[in-house]
């Protein structure tokens, strides 16, 4: 026989966390407007200026920032999670709607329309994808065109992994030149990087990019004209301009505001002089001048003064984020507790059984963490802390589930029979027998799930979760090693903090047994 358990306290408790997490303060109160970004500088900046533009129309803007790539963006605005995000006239006609480039605007519109979006407010340059090499390499291989690739099949090549999939980037150019190079994968913000220290010869760019000219990079011509039209324009969610018409209003005042030599000079703002995304945006909304173009993507043009590791780790936003990483971590882990231990005793209880519940939990292991995020996006209806426990939570379960399994089948058979003995029922035997028995081998496996989910919580960044994962994003963005320790290194030092405390709860608990 196997314990009974309380259903009803279990679905009560999972109930009070679910409400709690639903309560929490990421999410976004009823009537506010929610912007989003992809994980690159442009991004971000722009989302930064819809979002101030929408406060001066009296909305309570909120920028979800970095929430990956268009797949996750696009679907976090399809279910409501965010209004409203820059995008690129040729991404949504060839990535998001599947048209073929040129397509008419009533056919865009009406496709969108269809998902609920529009597209709308031009803002005045157009971003492209092209790819670049080192002026060393493309005079070694004789490179001034897409065409010339051909030639040089030897060349490393390594782009970022959207472009690498997406439908007009690397798998359509390599017919339509028919290039035979096979390139990897990089993340975009550390192309640049190894463009510099000639770790590959190849990478893919977008055409305002500030390190371009900083590194002196030779852009190869499209010359069979492959790429579409990459201007910039907002998509947003089709009830919007109704819904909150003062911020609409604000937010439609961009159109044709920004030129090219203008974005240009934003970016080289935050990647070479190190200026924060809501300063850039709060300039270029006020209508301050940056440095002309070329001085701005100069490498001597003088920098801001970057902070020191110490301050960038505990500047203004490090209790915020610690809250946040510490909600993530505290809920996921509650939920997979309460989830784990029955399911343990079940497979504990029953062995054929057990062998099920314990390759399921097992399996959902090998599920790549973004993967499983944008998964649950569409089936959750939303970005944000709710998606991010639920994953967590799942890949807390099989240390939990496996030592709650363990410390059960390791109570001797002669203590089992003497609670028979005494009378007590299986509900009664496992609640004070059984389970305090097993407690220190359970406490060891919360002890890994915990650790385990610090640092898996910092992904969580990427949908909008919070938690350090926001700075390791931005590091990552900006080829900022500096922004991306201040994230990695609190991660690391709580996950070392909450380890130490459940040793010492160990030993307290190893303790009063001896006693």
């Known amino acids: 026989m196997h314990p009974s358990f309380p259903l009803r306290s279990l679905a009560a408790t999972l109930a009070i966390l ?56 696009v679907e976090a605005l399809k279910t409501g999670a965010i209004d409203i995000y820059p995008e690129y006239l040729g991404t949504v006609e060839r990535e998001i709607l599947k048209l073929p480039t040129g397509s008419p605007q009533a056919l865009i519109d009406q496709k969108l329309r269809d998902l609920g979006l529009a597209m709308g407010v031009p803002l005045g340059f157009a971003n492209g994808y092209a790819l670049a090499a080192s002026a060393e390499v493309a005079r070694q291989h004789g490179l001034t065109t897409l065409g010339d690739l051909r030639k040089a099949p030897d060349l490393r090549i390594a782009i970022s992994q959207e472009f690498l999939g997406r439908e007009d980037g690397w798998p359509g150019l390599s017919r339509r030149y028919q ?106 909304l006020a209508g301050a001048k940056p440095a002309s173009a070329p001085a701005a993507q100069a490498s001597t043009a003088a920098p801001q003064a970057r902070p020191s590791l110490s301050s960038a780790i505990f500047g203004g936003d490090f209790w915020r984020l610690t809250r946040d990483h510490l909600w993530l971590v505290a809920v996921s882990v509650g939920i997979a507790v309460l989830i784990g231990i029955p399911l343990g005793t079940l497979a504990a209880a029953r062995a054929v059984l057990g062998q099920g519940i314990l390759g399921i939990v097992g399996l959902l292991q090998t599920v790549p963490s973004l993967a499983l995020l944008a998964a649950l996006i569409p089936l959750l209806g939303r970005i944000g802390t709710v998606p991010a426990m639920v994953a967590l939570s799942l890949y807390a379960l099989l240390p939990i589930v496996r030592n709650t399994a363990v410390g059960l089948q390791q109570v001797p ?26 407690l220190p081998v359970i406490v060891a496996g919360i002890k890994t799930a915990t650790v385990m989910t610090v640092g898996t919580a910092t992904i969580a960044a990427f949908i909008g979760a919070g938690g350090y994962g926001e700075r390791i994003a931005q590091g990552l963005a900006l080829n900022d090693g500096t922004t991306l320790l201040a994230g990695a290194i609190p991660s690391a030092g709580l996950a070392v903090l909450l380890q130490v405390a459940f040793e010492l709860a160990e030993r307290l608990m190893r303790r009063q047994g001896a006693g």
């Not at 030779?218 to 579409?228: A, G, K, S």
């Open 18 to 73: 679910i409400a709690g997490a639903l309560a929490s303060p990421l999410q976004a109160a009823p009537q506010s407007l929610a912007v989003g970004s992809k994980r690159f500088t442009e991004s971000y900046i722009l989302g930064e200026v819809i979002t101030q533009a929408a406060r001066q129309g009296g909305a309570a803007a909120e920028h979800r920032q970095g929430l990956g790539n268009t797949a996750v963006v």
């Open 179 to 284: 290039l035979p190079q096979r390139p990897t994968s990089i993340d975009h913000g550390l192309s640049y990087q190894a463009l510099a220290s000639q770790r590959i010869d190849l990478t893919d760019i977008y055409t305002t990019d500030a390190r371009i000219a900083d590194l002196g990079l030779v852009t190869l011509q499209d010359n069979e004209n492959y790429f579409p039209r990459y201007d910039a324009v907002l998509l947003y969610r089709a009830d919007l301009p109704t819904r909150a018409p003062a911020a609409w209003q604000q937010i439609a005042a961009l159109e044709g505001r920004i030129d090219v030599t203008r974005m240009i000079a934003m970016n080289a703002q935050a990647e070479l002089q190190g200026q924060a995304f809501p300063a850039i945006a709060a300039g270029f």
């Open 413 to 438: 058979q002669g203590t089992r029979q003497a609670a028979v003995a005494l009378g007590m029922t299986p509900a009664q035997s496992w609640r004070l027998v059984l389970l305090p028995l097993a």
